[in-house]
């Protein structure tokens, strides 16, 4: 079913010019009178993100003109039309110019009307869009759905979403698409060799767990995700100041992009054997937490000394992975709210991604672009690894003051082994503040690009 704010028919609908400065004289010429100088006394010249509603001689809606970009390709954001939503008033409309990417347009459409209700109710304006010819609206439909529930998580704070509410919302995509759920909770993870993830989370009043369920036909290409789900980050004995732990319900933005990465791939059916592990945890302070100095085992039998309890992100990612190494999968994409350092290095819209996979590297850096969901790789750069010497163990889990975004992905790359492939993605999970089809709060990065990479290989 297409989603609530697409129209299959155009009856009743209102046209939308998408123009520029330079076609908008063009477009303006074609339009009634009366539309070109209302236009004219609005002062509309077809510039970058604004909008004249255009009355008819009756003083009704008659259509709107929108500014796309200028005409230089650099500067142009293919989600600019997520911002229509959120300024028209309620009715159907239809794009009468073609958008330049109509698809990525369509997804702006839907992903700028999203917002956050589960605590403050808003009104909601029924703003729907006539689907353009070519664009699969069941396609679409599918991908913002799941960048709906996955910002929904990532923006529900942690007294709602602990430890057990990440492993529920699991649990209800795995069922949702068949697959085989289970749970490793508590000292279990002691049991069956998840040192790391028990040591980070067992501080906590909810048990840390290792959420695992896997899909798809046993023989086909072997796809493994794996997100960081640390509900809360209170940075551990190595405590956050306060100002750093505002945000920190995103701390398992890595899980919810895993999460909504795995619901696009099952819903298209995509020709993969898919598996998902998710180590889910509190990073508490209590009398039992893990401290400075312990040297912990992991899963792979590498031992870490712990330089600090805030690089406890790394901790329970590497014990997922070596699970996730151990059947030799095809590929294995981690995604992670790991460091500030990404942030330092890039900012907050283009998280970077490393692996030693060059054609796979290209591939991903193409398609981020293709599909607006960019994404800039960094090195591994394998000087940095004498960073994490440990005198009295394997290694540390912390490196040096600089290069901290890479001395992370080092870290990890420790732990695989054995995958044909491997990708780490340090992502922010968050918009500081509004963009077209990007309203602040929670954010998927990197599950779309991801999707449309994957599809490409293993279309059904």
Request: hydrophobic share 45%; net charge negative.
């Amino acid at each position: 079913m297409p989603h609530s704010l697409l129209a299959t028919s155009a009856d009743s609908s209102r046209p939308i010019w998408l123009v520029t400065e330079s076609t908008w004289n063009g477009i303006r010429a074609q339009l009634p009178k009366t539309a070109q100088g209302f236009a004219k006394a609005q002062g509309f010249e077809g510039k970058t993100g604004s909008h004249c509603l255009l009355p008819d001689p009756d003083g009704n809606l008659l259509g709107v003109v929108f500014g796309l970009a200028n005409d230089d390709a650099r500067h142009r954001d293919p989600f600019i039309v997520g911002k229509l939503p959120t300024i028209l008033p309620e009715g159907v409309y239809r794009f009468e110019t073609a958008a330049p990417d109509a698809m990525l347009a369509t997804l702006a459409w839907i992903l700028g009307s999203y917002s956050f209700t589960r605590y403050r109710k808003r009104a909601e304006k029924a703003v729907r869009l006539v689907v353009p010819d070519g664009v699969d609206a069941d396609e679409v439909t599918r991908i913002a759905d799941a960048v709906f529930r996955s910002r929904d998580l990532v923006n529900t704070p942690t007294n709602d979403l602990g430890p057990d509410g990440i492993e529920a919302a699991a649990r209800r995509i795995a069922e949702a698409h068949g697959a085989q759920f289970t749970c490793i909770v508590g000292d279990d993870l002691l049991k069956q060799n998840f040192p790391m993830i028990h040591a980070v989370g067992r501080a906590s009043d909810i048990a840390p767990r290792l959420i695992d369920f896997t899909w798809g036909d046993a023989n086909a290409p072997r796809v493994t995700l794996v997100g960081k789900g640390v509900a809360f980050d209170t940075g551990g004995l190595d405590i956050k100041p306060a100002s750093s732990m505002l945000l920190m319900r995103k701390d398992m933005g890595g899980a919810a992009t895993t999460l909504a990465l795995a619901d696009m791939i099952m819903g298209a059916k995509l020709k993969v054997r898919l598996r998902v592990l998710i180590p889910a945890v509190e990073n508490a302070i209590s009398s039992n937490a893990f401290r400075p100095g312990d040297i912990l085992n992991s899963r792979k039998g590498i031992t870490v000394e712990i330089g600090n309890t805030d690089a406890e992100g790394r901790l329970i990612l590497a014990d997922a992975l070596a699970l996730a190494d151990e059947e030799k999968p095809d590929l294995i994409v981690d995604f992670a709210t790991l460091t500030g350092a990404a942030r330092v290095a890039l900012g907050p819209e283009l998280p970077p991604f490393y692996t030693d996979d060059e054609e796979l590297a290209a591939e991903i850096a193409r398609t981020g672009m293709a599909v607006n969901d960019p994404v800039w790789r960094l090195p591994l750069w394998a000087p940095y690894q004498s960073q994490l010497d440990s005198k009295y163990a394997d290694m540390n889990n912390t490196g040096g003051p600089m290069a901290g975004s890479v001395t992370a992905a080092l870290f990890l790359r420790r732990f695989v082994s054995e995958a044909k492939a491997h990708v780490h993605f340090d992502i922010f999970a968050w918009n500081p503040s509004t963009r077209p089809a990007r309203p602040e709060g929670g954010e998927v990065q990197a599950a779309r690009l991801m999707y449309a990479l994957l599809k490409k290989r293993y279309a059904p």
